[in-house]
């Protein structure tokens, strides 16, 4: 018999409530196919903190959807706009066949690539490169039912790297403080620890602002939420504001400054979508939205101090 290419995995309870994992081979599967299995999500949500092997490719790292839909393969590789750009694939990047039972793509940059796929739960695969020696975890949604908190709370680095400037646009309550006089944020791709900061009056030109002030950041789980973060800017100067953070949607950010105990919201400005590859005459930004490849963040844990 071939290779198994197909695994089903199906977790069964004993008679004592003790479990066990049961391997079903090709020979039983043979009325579902690989290519019923993958084009049967519309996306498949790439779960890269999961990302197992010492190998890379490098499309699945930059992208944070995959979808299969009749030979074409397309990616999201923004969080903003996941549902919406494509008709809520993304882009075209690609093609993939699932002939001869392995999921074989060819991207159009990166060139082609072989996956073992084995189904690990009914929406959830795992698929396995051995040439490249890397695991990739994709977990499958309808576009209706996409877990876009999923998307946002486990990226958030990413999505703040997604517009040049997130300006203040309201504040709400807590007692003044220096924070006040800070209009924009910009969160730069370079790295994931790098912010700048600047007091220039709302309206400005998005390419005329004048980042008056830079430092690092670190972001925080926070134990018991998965839908809320702690962000800790620490200036240059010295100082550190600390603000809880939550998405409203994939434009906007409400930070809670939780000294002063104010609301500030924070809305997207001067999107950059994040492209197979382009060069500075195509983009002004390309400089921005080139080479972004996606790490394993692994966040430290923090307990709420607010009871906002």
């Given at each position: ?191 994931i620890t790098t912010f700048y900061s600047s007091q220039d009056v709302f309206g ?105």
């Amino acid at each position: 018999m071939k290779l198994v290419k197909l695994l089903f995995i199906v977790l069964v309870c004993g008679a004592f409530l003790s479990s066990c994992t049961v391997y079903v081979e090709d020979d039983f599967v043979e009325e579902i196919s690989l290519e019923e299995v993958i084009s049967g999500y519309d996306l498949w949500y790439i779960d890269y903190h999961r990302t197992a092997g010492s190998g890379e490719i490098p499309f699945l790292s930059k992208a944070f959807t995959i979808s299969f839909l009749n030979g074409r393969m397309y990616a999201n590789n923004n969080i903003a706009g996941v549902g919406i750009n494509g008709n809520g694939l993304g882009i075209q990047v690609g093609n993939y066949n699932t002939r001869h039972g392995f999921l074989a793509t060819n991207h159009e940059l990166d060139g082609s690539f072989e996956f073992e796929v084995y189904q690990i739960s009914g929406n959830e695969l795992r698929i396995y490169d051995a040439y490249e020696n890397v695991t990739y975890y994709l977990i499958g949604y309808q576009g209706n039912h996409f877990d876009y908190d999923k998307l946002f709370y486990e990226n958030i680095e990413y999505l703040l790297q997604e517009y040049i400037a997130w300006e203040k646009t309201a504040t709400d309550g807590g007692i003044p403080n220096a924070f006040d006089t800070e209009n924009y944020l910009q969160f730069t791709p370079e790295n994931i620890t790098t912010f700048y900061s600047s007091q220039d009056v709302f309206g400005t030109d998005i390419d005329m602002i004048r980042w008056d002030y830079a430092g690092d950041y670190q972001i925080y789980d926070v134990e018991g939420y998965i839908d809320l973060k702690i962000l800790e800017l620490y200036y240059d100067g010295g100082d550190i504001e600390e603000f809880e953070l939550s998405v409203i949607r994939d434009n906007k950010i409400e930070l809670f400054h939780l000294n002063s105990q104010t609301t500030y919201v924070f809305s997207g400005r001067g999107f950059i979508q994040y492209l197979k590859e382009e060069t500075k005459e195509e983009n002004s930004n390309s400089a921005r939205n080139s080479g972004r490849i996606r790490t394993k963040v692994q966040r430290e844990t923090k307990t709420r101090r607010s009871l906002k």
